[in-house]
């Protein structure tokens, strides 16, 4: 069997072709052949879910028509920066993101879609090409290509059927029967995987409580690394996937950031790597490079202006406190979690592991400097993914221009657990993360040239994005609730939804 037939995503097996190469012909093809009745054009909004557009094919002219010019759509009612007066957009398909949709019980195929103004340019303040101009720009001044992947942090809840209770706040990695909904899971990571997503893993996570006679457990399907693109792209959906299973199967599922006081809140970390002709730059000689260095010092600069897209309803705010695995100050480490980013185990030791594992094995020399990325852990799953990945690939770009890359990087490095009592003052030397939405919107202000600069992020869309941020009136609002778990709860449920 080819690696191609053995492929997971159930259209590229189909058509005979890796979705990086689809053509117009080979969609059209597949959808004669399979009698394909109906497509739907899919796309973010500013609020960062899917969007759906749908069609009855009524003959092979007007397929050939939609999948070549696209259709209109009403801009003002997707984007709050878009003016009424103004507001028509072209959304066009792009044919490497089709997948077969699993949810219609008539035969669909789906596509995710690129905005166009009246001009037929691309619309410069859209989420997907605001990605594609910031990773553009990375490749352009490095010469490297920005890959990505993410952690989906999410909580099922459910009736409790009170058989088998897990441990409170002990669900890392915890098995059926303590762990409720591990099939769900699985049954997520197949949909996910049949429609393109290239998933590394999934398990259970350490939230798990019950209130009000409900189970909460939370789980985590992590990803590969990809073109951070194509990344973005996988999450979106991934997203749409897991609340659509929840649906069907009467679960309730949230990505919000906290959901009360004490429990783990739900971040969206990011992994990411750079690399140059397909060979990973993160590690040398055993070590964290100078390459992964300058784009970590990047995000030390950027950081506070990086929570403008990666934290953007006022609970997640409440997931950025001490002593609940998610970072307050920004530094960076290895292997350590109380930090803003993280260097995870890199596969450095040069031994050969399964041997020692499986005694009757050779050694494989296989190449694990590939698996080497590092990890920004503030975001969460309020995030707008395109526009977050974007910000990041900004951020990289600075700390690889920044000639005083390295030596930022040196000095915000720390080895210790920054929130034990013995490293207060290591503790109180590094700069903190903003507080509140209102915060992270000065911070956008303060450090937007960044982000505009080469056309990357249309000041438009960051002026939309610091309104939007101080629309949520929060200064003052994380000091005032404190721990009133009550007050905490009407505003999880204000924001479930995320």
Known sequence: MSKLNYTSHELASLIGKMPRDFTKKDIINFIIEQEIRHINFQYPAADGRLKSLNFVINDADYLDEILTCGERVDGSSLFPFIEANNSDLYVVPRFRTAYIDPFSEIPTVNFLCSFFNKDGEPLSSSPEYTLHKACEAFTKSTGLEFQAMGELEYYVIAPDDEAYPAVDQKGYHESAPYAKFG??????????????????????????????????????????????????????????????????????????????????????????????????????????????????????????????????????????????????????????????????????????????????????????????????????????????????????????????????????????????DENKAILDSLNVLPDSCAASADCLEAQRSFYEADGVFAPAMIDGLIASLRKFNDRTLRADIGNDQAKILELVDKYFHC
């Open 183 to 420: 099939e769900f899971r699985q049954l997520c990571m197949n949909y996910i995987a049949r429609i393109g997503g290239q998933i590394k893993y999934g398990h259970s996570e350490v939230g798990n409580f019950t209130l009000d006679g409900k189970i909460y457990e939370q789980n985590e399907i992590e990803f590969l690394p990809v073109n951070a693109e194509e990344a973005a792209e996988q999450l979106l959906v991934a997203k749409w996937v897991i609340r659509n299973l929840a649906y069907q199967n009467g679960l309730d599922v949230t990505f919000a950031p906290k959901i009360t006081v004490g429990k783990a809140g739900s971040g969206m970390h990011i992994h990411f790597r750079v690399m140059r002709d397909g060979v990973n730059l993160m590690q040398q000689d055993g070590k964290l490079s100078d390459e992964a260095k300058k784009a970590i010092a990047g995000l030390m600069e950027l950081a506070p202006s990086i929570t403008a897209f990666g934290n953007t309803n006022p609970t997640s705010y409440f997931r950025l406190v001490p002593h609940q695995e998610a970072p307050t100050n920004i530094c960076w480490g290895d292997r350590n979690r109380s930090v803003l980013v993280r260097v995870p185990l890199g596969w450095t030791s040069k031994k050969d592991l399964c041997c020692q594992a499986n005694p009757k094995e050779k050694a494989s020399n296989y190449d694990t400097t590939q698996k080497q990325t590092v990890e920004m852990r503030s975001p969460d799953g309020s995030a707008d993914i395109f526009l977050l990945l974007a910000g990041l690939a900004v951020a990289f770009r600075h700390g690889f221009e920044n000639p005083e890359s390295l030596e930022i990087a040196e000095k915000t490095y720390v080895n210790v657990n920054i929130h034990k």
